[in-house]
């Protein structure tokens, strides 16, 4: 029996639908009944009733001479197909006799296959069918024939599948090619020696596009010289022999020159000639073949030109992703040859998916270099431009993440290139409004420290555009950029007249009656038109019901945007002002030309009414920002001192006006430098080898090896794809995968080793019978808890005494939480008759096998802290009395990515830091740490960590997981 399972299992092709027999599968009985009628349906009925017992493991050897005498020679074509699925799952060999088993057992001869002598009826019915009229019949019986490994049935019909290849219809000779191509694959020398030469001879007189691809690829793999030969003389003439035929000459072109180099000069021309291919995959190949083959600057190009083409003529998004990891991947090696492409290159940016855009950026910011910067900063400023225009409904699709992207880019070539800071920064300025205006006033800021001779300009526009800022955190930068650099009398009185008009008058409390007229207008608008009916007399005396929407009368608010900030109740933009105006002030008292001692008074009293005002608001204004107040009141209470105070002036003008500019240059220097260390860090040559890995040696494989398509780095691809590329020990890795399921007491001992690969959990479960009776109809029975779904559960298994034997199933994985694996293994005692059941440990789904460490900047981390709905709150308990220590113990025991930059030698008191990580399913996890430490709780940790997620699953596992290891100390501390 176990025999005829392992022939199933290496015979069957197929797989039916478990629904086809419903109601359950009708006995043998039943199936011999319903083979003799009359009626093709229930015949069909019948023998899928018989395929899907036979693959459960019962023999049914009556059902056979059944199947010969009453569907062999139906004319019904399903019933056909459904015989040639019987073919084979049916047993053709007659079981071995017990003397022949011992004897083979006792080291006599191997026991001899005979094949049935009722399968002599079902080679003549095969012939039938290869001499049948019908077109469709022979080529479905070729077909089936591809899949036949038996000698004994294909022997008989090698004349009538070489009598095929001479067909008059394409159809029935490209699967006698492929026919003979797989006899003589399997049995070339007793079947048919002359295959290769019988095929080249079919292929030269060829004319079908499908046949003769289907020839090529027998002369491919079972006479290479042959197929050389031909190519070498209709070299001409393959791009006229379909995308098929040419995909096997490029494989046969990287087969030939890996295992001979001396070989490419024959190639060349054809790689040449399928690079301007009109079929996108026979160009992506021919250019992929040709970086494989050859280093040199000339392929280098022309496959470079290839991809850049094949970017800005495919329409598919995951083709565009894939030239763009291949153009990334030659830029390692060949950038300079990438620069004159650039351009090309940046012609995707018309792509309307903001993920093309963002992986073109990334492409071509690295080969930017002086030659080529001024055409790459006029191309992004133009799309920066589209971005501002309303009836864009591409850019509009891209959203303002595209337009992010762009000033991130721009402002990278700027900080590279200081010949084109001044042709951009006047451009994103009139972007100081929109969504990004954050990042541009950032941009604005460290240009405007780099570069002295650009300050009048660049504050002269800020000071016009101040009015059109509606961003907090864009309004605090700029109003720090006014008060820092205003150096002239000029800008200075232009500064002050431009922020106080902006304030209007010192008083930014809401009165009672405004707040109401507001929150009224307010739920106006929120309401919506409303539906007014009346009754109205028409012009003839008839009554008639008019039903008509009116809306409210919108409010012309004339109101500046830091005005309405401010009475919002912005007490950080408030101090922020207050400090602008104090330095502004300042400055006016030492200008001693330009600057009356009037002007100077007037500014200083006009500055000391609106702090009054500012700590008024922030004392009698409800808002968020409440718990602010203390800082607040000290930060202009220090500021008004400067103005009132000369003791506390001299102490204070040097700290303000000279100390914050010092602070900033030194910031931008330290980036610098840190880009620049990373910089040389990725250009540094890292051996991703170990020193004890195993060294291939292409060179001693055998040609059998050899001649498959393997690249270069055989050893680093196997580790991708076996999910092992970051390094480490492979034993290690998998036996941290393995789980007990059961005790070493228990009559069954179960261990499972678990694969996690994205979407799908897959299990190896090794069961071990330790007992003397053999167990039959053992069943591991598994289920899951969490969002996890078994696609392939496992099969019934017979174990013999003291035998082990290895049962796999498959598990899909449809969000990133936490789940759990539990089961119970079943199986019949076959010496006590008894059903026994083994309760299995549980699995624990880690979500640390689904997040991996993403980046993304501030903005977008703000936006969606804001946006997302679920949050954990956890409390900081720990063993750990370091504020970085515990940071990177959190980082590395989440596998997040720290998004906010800090000094590991730097000493405070308190620490707050973003991480950020995504899940294989594109789910974002955001994590704020904020931890301080308490002097008088014995130098003790506390704080909070919050996690926040768009879904609840994420959120709470990664709370447990950071209540888990939050406790101990890191490893080796």
């Not at 950026?361 to 799309?383: F, H, P, Q």
């Not at 300025?429 to 002295?452: A, H, K, N, T, W």
């Not at 860090?681 to 059998?704: C, N, P, T, Y």
Request: proline content about 3%; hydrophobic content about 40%; overall charge negative.
């Amino acid at each position: 029996m176990a025999n005829t399972n392992n022939s199933i299992e290496s015979y069957c092709t197929f797989t039916l639908a478990g629904d086809v027999t419903t109601g359950g599968l009708p006995g043998e009985a039943q199936i011999r009944k319903q083979l003799e009628d009359n009626d093709p349906q229930v015949k069909r009925h019948a023998v899928k009733a018989a395929i899907m017992a036979m693959l459960g493991g019962e023999p049914m050897p009556s059902i056979l001479m059944q199947v010969i005498r009453f569907c062999i020679n139906s004319q019904d074509k399903p019933l056909k197909k459904l015989c040639m699925l019987y073919w084979e799952v049916v047993p053709k060999y007659e079981e071995p006799t017990s003397d022949e088993l011992l004897a083979a057992a006792a080291g006599g001869p191997a026991v001899q296959r005979k094949l049935l002598p009722v399968m002599i009826l079902v080679c003549n019915a095969l012939m039938n069918d290869l001499t049948h009229s019908n077109e469709y019949v022979r080529g479905s019986m070729l077909r089936f024939l591809c899949k036949v490994k038996d000698e004994e049935i294909l022997s008989p019909l090698v004349t009538c599948i070489k009598s095929c290849l001479e067909h008059k219809h394409p159809y029935v000779r490209k699967n006698a090619a492929l026919a003979v191509f797989h006899a003589h694959k399997l049995f070339g020398d007793n079947l048919i020696p002359d295959g290769p030469e019988l095929i080249q001879a079919f292929l030269l007189a060829e004319t079908d596009i499908g046949s003769r691809r289907n020839a090529f690829l027998m002369l491919f793999n079972q006479s290479e010289e042959l197929a050389i030969e031909f190519l070498a003389n209709n070299m001409d003439d393959v791009a006229k022999y379909g995308d098929g035929f040419a995909l096997l000459v490029l494989d046969l072109t990287r087969r030939v020159c890996r295992r001979d180099p001396n070989q490419k000069s024959r190639f060349v021309r054809v790689l040449l000639e399928m690079l301007s291919s009109t079929s996108a995959a026979v160009s992506y190949e021919a250019a992929w073949t040709l970086v494989t083959l050859s280093s040199a600057p000339t392929a280098v190009r022309a496959a470079a030109v290839t991809y850049t083409n094949l970017l800005n003529s495919q329409n598919d998004n995951n083709v565009k992703m894939i030239v763009l990891e291949r153009l990334e991947d030659l830029k390692k090696n060949h950038s300079k040859i990438l620069q004159e492409l650039l351009m090309d290159v940046l012609r995707a940016l018309s792509s309307p998916n903001p993920d093309i855009c963002k992986k073109v950026l990334d492409v071509v910011m690295d080969i930017v270099t002086s030659r080529n910067v001024s055409e790459v900063v006029n191309t992004l400023k133009r799309e920066v431009a589209k971005t501002g225009e309303e009836d864009s409904n591409a850019v509009e699709a891209k959203g303002s993440l595209y337009r992010a992207m762009l000033i991130r880019a721009i402002h990278g070539c700027a900080a590279r290139f200081p010949q084109v800071a001044e042709s951009v920064v006047y451009v994103l300025m009139d972007f100081l409004s929109s969504d990004c205006g954050v990042q541009v006033i950032v941009f604005v800021r460290e240009i405007i420290e780099q570069y002295p001779q650009l300050r009048p300009s660049i504050l002269s526009k800020l000071i016009s555009n101040l009015d059109e800022i509606g961003n907090t955190s864009a309004m605090c930068v700029c109003l720090w950029i006014l008060g820092e650099y205003c150096e002239s009398s000029d800008t200075v009185e232009a500064s002050f007249d431009e922020i106080t008009n902006l304030m209007g008058e010192a008083s930014f409390v809401m009165k009672k009656d405004e707040k109401q007229a507001q929150d009224k207008a307010a739920a106006e608008a929120a309401a919506g038109p409303k539906m007014v009916t009346k009754n109205i007399v028409l012009a003839d005396g008839t009554y008639a019901t008019q039903t008509m929407y009116t809306e409210s009368k919108k409010v012309d608010d004339t109101t500046a945007n830091l005005r309405k900030m401010l009475v919002a109740g912005d007490v950080f933009l408030g101090s922020v002002v207050s400090s602008t105006l104090t330095k502004l002030c300042l400055r006016a008292s030492e200008l001693q030309s330009g600057m009356s001692a009037g002007k100077v008074k007037e500014m200083t009293m006009q500055t000391l009414l609106i702090m009054c005002a500012i700590v008024k608001m922030a004392e009698m204004t409800v808002s968020a920002q409440k718990s602010s107040l203390a800082d607040c009141k000290e930060r202009v209470t220090l500021c008004c001192r400067a103005l009132l105070d000369p003791k506390a002036n001299a102490m204070l003008k040097p700290t303000l006006l000279t100390k914050g500019k010092i602070t900033f240059g030194s910031f931008l220097k330290t980036l610098k430098d840190k880009d620049m260390s990373e910089t040389k860090k990725d250009k540094g040559s890292v051996s991703s080898v170990q020193a004890d890995d195993l060294i291939h040696f292409r060179q001693l494989r055998s040609s059998a090896v050899s001649a498959g398509d393997l690249d270069l780095d055989d050893g680093s691809d196997l580790a991708r794809a076996t999910g092992y590329a970051d390094g480490g020990s492979l034993l290690s890795s998998e036996l941290s995968h393995v789980y007990q399921l059961s005790g070493f007491a228990d009559p069954v001992y179960a261990e499972a080793f678990v694969t996690v690969h994205d979407y799908d959990i897959s299990l190896e479960i090794l069961v071990i019978n330790r007992t003397p009776n053999t167990l039959s109809n053992l069943n591991v029975e598994l289920s899951t808890m969490g969002d996890m779904k078994i696609v392939e559960r496992p099969q019934s298994q017979t174990i013999g005494p003291l035998d082990q034997s290895t049962i796999r199933a498959s598990i899909k994985v449809s969000s990133t939480e936490t789940g759990h694996i539990f089961g119970t293994i079943v199986y019949d005692d076959s010496s006590t008759q008894e059903k026994v059941y083994i309760n299995l440990n549980d699995i624990h789904m880690d979500i640390m096998d689904y997040i991996r460490p993403a980046t993304c900047t501030d903005e977008i981390f703000r936006s969606m802290w804001a946006e997302f709905e679920w949050e954990n709150k956890v409390a900081i308990a720990t063993s750990i009395t370091e504020l970085v220590d515990f940071l990177n113990h959190v980082v590395g025991s989440t596998n997040m990515r720290c998004l906010t930059p800090h000094d590991s030698s730097e000493k405070g008191s308190f620490l707050a830091a973003n991480l950020y990580a995504r899940s294989v399913f594109g789910e974002d996890a955001l994590v704020n740490v904020s931890v301080e430490k308490k002097d008088d709780n014995g130098g003790k940790l506390a704080g909070y960590i919050r996690i926040r997620s768009k879904t609840q699953g994420i959120a709470l596992s990664l709370g447990d997981r950071i209540t888990n290891v939050q406790r101990g100390a890191p490893p080796g501390q």
